[in-house]
């Protein structure tokens, strides 16, 4: 007899009553495909976008960004001979937007500009003179500005997202009614910041800019790299060390690297995933394998070579596979351009169904999941037919080294097939994790069985947990993982989000910063008027701030305080508050001090550009070089870190007091509930601390979306995972079930047994659930805040809730059976 | 001690129905030792389950010492079959992820004689059935007449007025299956408790006191 007849006259038999099993194989490996594939092909389909569009994106061929206006720079760019086609400068403000309609929650972020800078050199807004040679240059039209009108703006689709906006909506920018013409799917041009953050590109004046943005076009673009090299050597004294520089082929380069890190966090979703679809495709097989126990036995009894009986099953599984692993490389274009819309790329084009990249993908996976369903199969070869026919227990023999090493075969090469090695890497973390995390599932099972039997209840309960303490934790590890991706996915943004903004309100004793020009006395007055309490700063931008010791060369904003515009003061870390400063003393923030290693004492050289705008002609480079002491380090939660403050009345920097740059502007810091009551202030702008906060966040927003979709996705394989053990595991205990009752054991002992074991779930996956979820949420907030995370007792509700939940559904089930059927004695003769 | 009067049971499937027991009328008294005997089929077990409360009759009463069974009443049943009843089946029927000792305390009800003495009622009936050395061992390591005998100690733990045995040594050889039904009916005898047997080997059946045959649904009682 060969498997072919067996498997025509036995296993096509048996699909109809197989179909629920086969039907969760082909949804599991489904999905794992699915999102295995579709991962690496949005890799590839931004990869080559941002290809395509480099120096698009890249705003020229060489873009260089500044914290203040470097005319050393511009004279550099100006000179004859350096290879420069053309070039444009760009400014980029801190700014909020918000939808028209009244009551609209503003939003921080980024406003470019490229208008202003035009009018720099006084020679007409389309053409930048040449002073050197007198030859005329055309400027670089960055993407977008072409055509943009003074009442229309440009925002980046991740702002689109934030504010449900689309083209054509009217929004107000710095309280100015815009029209939106167009929404950017890659930053074109942006700002660092605004990379990160979303912008804005509008026609505008730009009056408090934090940075310059120089937008070089070269004769000979692919140059780039060495013009660039050029530039820095000869301009080594004049450049401050908190300027960007980039060209088209390291936008390519920074994009790679992003994704990279991108690949390592949802390689981790995906990676979780694949081993719960694994796990719920395997523990199918085992189940289907368990159902047919006897029916392999009996035939073994009657002749039939084990080897034919597990082809014939290897081959009826390989249906489902095949159609999971086809089906999956259909749906990952699905699920690639669902991920590219939740990223704000929707527009970019995805990749053909039939590329290169979803075959290979497709026949991977069934390589893959053939080589699992062969050594699942092994088990048919390793059972003795006459333990199953007489009901000898025998030892399992799950090849659980063969599947661990073919596990990490499959990561490594599946890493080669993404194209990076962090795939890997992130993979075996994650594996490490689950080990870790199931461990501790055995470890807490075991030790609540170890406590002291107080009844028969608990007797017996705690021996048949113990007993299956290994199935029963992975039970409970699918439950930790199907709460804690759906925290991740629904809570972590908000959570973070108020854990920052609380921790805020502790260290800064302002909620609102107002931005008025130095100019504008008439809105200056009306703010004042209408605000009992506020601390007044008076702002210049573009200091280069040196500091020997360590060769510490960057841009900072002065601050000068009156002390009696001094009501809000900052927090101190160390040192004297800025009302006690000495002649020539400075506070500085304290990630000021940390990033460049300053410490009290510490004595610094602040230089300021006296500005050509006030004194005229040939006064452009007079610069006043100020010595000051650190005397004190306050606290600023990164907002506006480079911000050092002095007092007005004790430091030589008043001197320059004299001179209104037309930059510097006074910043109010305020504590309301709203701004929106004052009134007659057009021109000043306000920003809330935890608009900032929001837009902090938002860096995380593209992760946390395709966390959440891959999040749904491992919920649901975990879930028809633990509906599959738990299938296993009801249909022994509903015998025994009825064998409690049979030898005189009342209802109500089953019923108390039921409650007790569910508790231990609840309370083994609560645990887990809660500590993993904390454990994550405080190695973000240090990464993103540099705090240690809170434990949130709503957090813990809400995983409690959730898992109550979960467990209730197989609770429910139970109960039913107890109630309905374990009095049903005539199982124990049918069995018998 | 127990009567059953006109009892039938039929078993119904989809497409027919069959008529295992028709108006049987049967009765255990103290200290009995019963065996049924009958073909494949005939309902010898069917009765047996009856008898032990495990199944309701279609038609028919049951009484234990002059009370009326109402098979509606799940609190009532539990109760008798604790009083009562004592079960030993073909298959052991271990818990598996109890060791020997705490399947036989299982059923054990710690408020008669409290838990100490309940636990050496237990190891004692451990040692009366010869396994005494095993108390503690994990009941799938277990020979099946091992098993068997610990089914044994486990029925007899609440001192049950009458042991119902389907085919307690079916599934055992001739010797072991001759050392069990002795070691039984020691211990029922020293418990008082009456046996009621159904079994296929004829040696097994000849030893009843009261020897039953069961044939086309009617109960033939020959001696």
Redesign the interface.
């Known amino acids: 007899m060969n498997w072919v007849k067996v498997f025509r006259e036995y296993n096509l038999k048996q699909l109809k009553s197989s179909l629920l099993l086969h039907i969760c194989v082909v949804i599991s490996v489904l999905l794992a495909v699915a999102t295995a594939i579709s991962i690496p092909r949005v890799t590839n389909s931004i990869e080559s976008s941002y290809q395509k569009k480099a120096v698009k994106i890249n705003g020229a061929d060489v873009t260089i960004q500044t914290s203040g206006e470097n005319f050393k720079l511009c004279e550099y760019l100006n000179s004859k001979g350096k290879g420069i086609k053309s070039y444009t400068v760009g400014k980029a403000q801190n700014g909020s937007i918000k939808r028209s309609q009244k009551g609209s929650k503003a939003f921080y972020t980024d406003v470019i500009s490229v208008a202003d800078s035009r009018t720099n050199t006084g020679e007409g807004a389309d053409e930048r003179v040449n002073e050197s040679t007198d030859e005329k240059k055309n400027i670089v039209t960055v993407s977008g500005f072409d055509n943009l009108k003074e009442n229309e703006i440009i925002i980046s689709s991740y702002l689109a997202e934030k504010l449900n906006l689309s083209k054509n909506d009217t929004i107000k920018l710095l309280d100015k009614k815009k029209k939106i013409v167009d929404i950017e799917d890659l930053p074109y041009g942006a700002s660092s910041q605004g990379k990160q953050l979303g912008y804005v590109k509008a026609n505008i004046e730009l009056t408090n800019p934090y940075a310059y943005i120089y937008y070089i076009n070269l004769d000979n673009p692919d140059k780039a790299d060495k013009f660039l090299s050029k530039l820095k050597s000869e301009l080594k004294n004049d450049m401050s060390q908190d300027t960007t520089y980039s060209t088209a082929k390291s936008v390519v380069k920074e994009n790679n690297k992003k994704q990279e890190n991108s690949l390592v966090i949802v390689s981790l979703a995906n990676t979780t995933c694949f081993i719960f679809t694994l796990f719920t495709t395997l523990s199918c097989g085992y189940m289907l394998l368990s159902k047919r126990k006897k029916d392999h036995a009996i035939m073994q009894l009657n002749g039939i070579r084990k080897k034919i009986i597990r082809n014939a099953l290897f081959f009826e599984l390989l249906f489902p596979i095949l159609i999971g692993c086809v089906l999956g490389g259909i749906f990952s274009t699905t699920l690639e351009k669902l991920l590219l819309a939740i990223n704000g790329l929707g527009s970019i084009k995805s990749q053909s169904i039939f590329s290169p990249l979803t075959f290979m993908g497709v026949v991977f996976f069934f390589a893959v999941y053939v080589v699992y369903v062969r050594i699942l199969t092994l088990s048919i070869i390793k059972s003795n037919p006459y333990y199953v026919i007489k ?1 000898i ?1 025998e030892q399992r023999t799950i090849p659980l080294v063969r599947y661990v090493v073919f596990t990490l075969i499959t990561f490594f090469v599946y890493a080669i097939y993404v194209g990076t090695d962090s795939v890997f890497v992130s993979s075996i973390i994650l594996i490490f994790v689950l080990l870790v995390c199931l461990l501790v599932c055995f470890a807490l099972v075991k030790l609540i069985c170890a406590f002291k039997n107080i009844s ?1 209840t608990t ?2 309960v705690f ?2 947990l ?3 303490a290994v199935a029963y934790a992975l039970v409970m590890l699918a439950f930790v993982f199907m709460n804690v991706f759906m925290m991740l996915g629904y809570n972590l943004p908000k959570e973070l989000s108020n854990s920052y903004n609380s921790q805020l309100k502790k260290d800064l004793p302002f909620n609102y910063i107002a931005m008025v020009k130095m100019s504008d006395k008439d809105d200056q007055t009306s703010l004042e008027e209408q605000i009992e309490h506020f601390s007044k700063i008076r702002i210049r931008n573009g200091i280069m701030c040196k500091f020997e010791k360590n060769k510490l060369k960057t841009d900072v904003t002065v601050g000068a305080v009156k002390n009696a515009d001094y009501y809000y003061k900052y927090s101190l870390k160390k040192g004297q508050q800025i009302d006690k400063l000495k002649k020539n003393e400075i506070v500085i923030s304290d990630v000021f001090a940390e990033k460049n290693k300053l410490k009290l004492n510490d004595t610094l050289d602040l230089t300021l550009s006296l500005g050509e705008n006030v004194q005229g002609n040939g006064s452009k480079n007079r610069q006043a070089i100020i010595k000051v002491k650190v005397a004190g380090i306050y606290v600023c939660q990164n907002i506006n870190p480079n911000l050092i403050l002095c007092n007005e009345k004790n430091t030589n920097l008043n001197v320059e007091n004299q001179i209104i740059a037309a930059s510097d502007y006074y910043q109010y810091l305020l504590k309301r509930k709203s701004v929106s009551s004052i009134k007659n202030v057009e021109n000043t702008l306000f920003i809330g601390v935890n608009n900032i906060v929001d837009a902090m966040l938002g860096l995380l927003d593209g992760y946390v979306n395709m966390l959440k979709i891959l999040g749904l996705i491992c919920i649901f394989v975990a879930l028809i995972f633990s509906i599959n053990v738990f299938m296993i595991f009801t249909k022994n205990d509903e015998k ?1 079930q009825i ?2 009752r ?6 109500k002992f089953l019923q108390q047994a039921c409650i007790l074991e569910t508790i231990v779930y609840v309370v083994i996956t609560f645990l887990l659930s809660f500590g993993l979820y904390t454990s994550i949420e405080g190695l973000l907030s240090v990464a993103l805040f540099k705090q240690a995370g809170k434990v949130s007792i709503v957090n813990a509700l809400i995983i409690l809730c959730s898992t109550l939940c979960i467990t209730f559904s197989t609770f429910a089930i139970k109960m039913r059976f107890i109630n309905r059927h374990s ?1 049903d ?2 199982r ?2 049918e ?2 | 001690m127990i009567k059953l009067h006109n009892i039938s049971k039929t078993f119904k499937t989809a497409s027919s129905s069959q008529q295992i027991l028709k108006n049987v009328d049967f009765s255990v008294m103290p200290e009995d030792f019963i065996t049924i005997a009958g073909p494949s089929g005939c309902g010898k ?2 009765l047996l ?1 009856i008898i032990s409360l ?2 309701p009759p279609d038609d028919g009463k049951i009484t234990y010492n002059g009370v009326n069974v109402d098979f509606s009443s ?1 609190a009532q049943l ?1 109760q008798m ?2 009083k009562y ?3 030993i ?3 052991p ?1 271990l ?4 060791n020997v000792l ?1 399947n036989v ?3 054990a009800n710690y408020k008669k004689l409290g838990k100490k003495a309940t636990i050496e009622k237990a190891k004692k009936l451990l040692s009366d059935v010869g396994l005494s050395e095993k108390t503690n061992a994990d009941v ?1 390591k277990l020979s099946g007449g091992e098993m068997q005998r610990v089914s044994i100690a ?2 007899l733990i ?1 001192e049950p007025k009458v042991l119902f045995c ?2 307690p040594t079916g599934a055992l050889d001739q010797e072991t299956s001759q050392q069990i039904l002795k070691l039984l009916l020691e211990i029922a005898r020293k418990n008082k408790s009456a046996i009621v047997m159904v079994t296929h080997d004829n040696d097994i059946w000849e030893k009843g006191r009261r020897k039953v045959r069961l044939q086309g649904g009617k109960l033939i009682e020959l001696g």
């Open positions: 009901e227990p028969k007797l017996y021996k048949k113990s007993k299956r025994e064998i409690v049979a030898i005189g054991m009342k209802k009095n004695f005539m124990l003769k069995d018998a | 077990s069917t389950s495990l199944l799940q539990e079959r604790v009843t004592g079960l089946f073909q298959n029927n818990i598996s992820s109890l705490e305390l299982l059923p799938s486990r029925a609440n389907d085919e």
